[in-house]
């Protein structure tokens, strides 16, 4: 397990997606150091809501966690909040996620994740922060053929709408670091898996369907390499960097991007078969071709994060689904 990072205990942290799978974890870990946190998540129904309602649940027992419900597409409410509370640190996970889903419903990930990073730039900018930390994603490389990936490679052919949006982000904020002085660091996170964690993730579906006794769907033939990531190391990555804002840069831009990932792409298989034994059930498996928007492979250089911040992700997978199988096995053992 990871370290989790000490942070300055005098400001106020703002966090969006507060009741996502990043967001709650990271809000915990701020919270048992005594630090004030506001959440804001409009809980939306892209996956079951319950699993939402009890992460926002666990956080409402700290006497520093304030819950404002709302939308980031929903300008005044994103500026309400400054307002209100004037953070200091404001991490920016709130998205609509999910590559496949975007292909179908574009709408979702146009007002979210493009309007609603808009609204958090322009409330950043008239409501000085220290510090702006938001989340981008490892699937910006696209189909990228240079391995591993690094934040110096070119990212200018997305497979998908989410993508996109995720490369968009970095550019919006990049032109609002440079023109209103913001510190903004982005982040491009590589498969984020563990307890609590997301119902619309492969490893997910698995674990229902295995435990179901039903089939689970292999793409590209099981022909696929992830970097998975565990979230305690993604928190610790970004608990490292929260209260340290990048200086400017030699364009005098005060703007860093970093991978946060295992360095260390698993073949699925063997992700699959590690997931099976500690759920104590093998799967009954479907072989498929490659999914439209999908990638064959995700690898992290994470060279500038050690460098940087003498950190780098290391749980196992051998571990890290130790840690979730335990925890879905009890959280459904009323329907599994």
Partial sequence: MSTIASVDKNKIYLITGAAGFIGYFLAKALLEQDIKV??????NDYYE?????????????????VFVKG???????????????????????AA??????????????????????????????????????????????????????????????PVSLY???KKSNELMAHAYSKLYKIPVTGLRFFTVYGPMGRPDMAYFKF?????????IEIYNHGEMYRDFTYIDDIVTGIMNLLCHPPGANDKGVAYKIYNIGNNQPQKLMDYISTLE??????????Y????PGDVPRTYADVDELVKDFDFKPATTIDEGLMQFAQWFKEYYKDVI
């Fill in 38 to 43: 506001i959440g804001f998540d409009n809980l």
């Fill in 49 to 65: 809501v319950s699993l939402k309602e009890a992460r926002l649940e666990s956080l409402k027992k700290y006497p520093d966690f």
């Fill in 71 to 93: 939308d980031l597409a929903n300008k005044e409410q994103v500026v309400s909040i400054f307002e209100e509370y004037h953070p200091s640190i404001v991490v920016n996970l």
């Fill in 96 to 157: 609509q996620a999910g590559v496949r889903y975007s292909i179908d419903n574009p709408d979702a990930y146009m007002q979210s994740n493009m309007m609603g990073f808009y609204h958090i730039l322009e409330a950043c900018r008239h409501y000085p922060v220290e510090h702006l930390v938001y989340a981008s994603s490892s699937s910006v490389y696209g189909e990228a053929a240079k391995i591993p990936f690094s934040t110096q490679d070119p990212v200018d052919e």
């Fill in 163 to 165: 993508a996109a949006t």
């Fill in 207 to 215: 674990a229902k369907k295995i435990m179901a006794g039903e089939e």
């Fill in 277 to 286: 034994r500690h759920l104590g059930r093998e799967a009954k498996k479907v």
């Fill in 288 to 291: 498929l071709p490659m999914q």
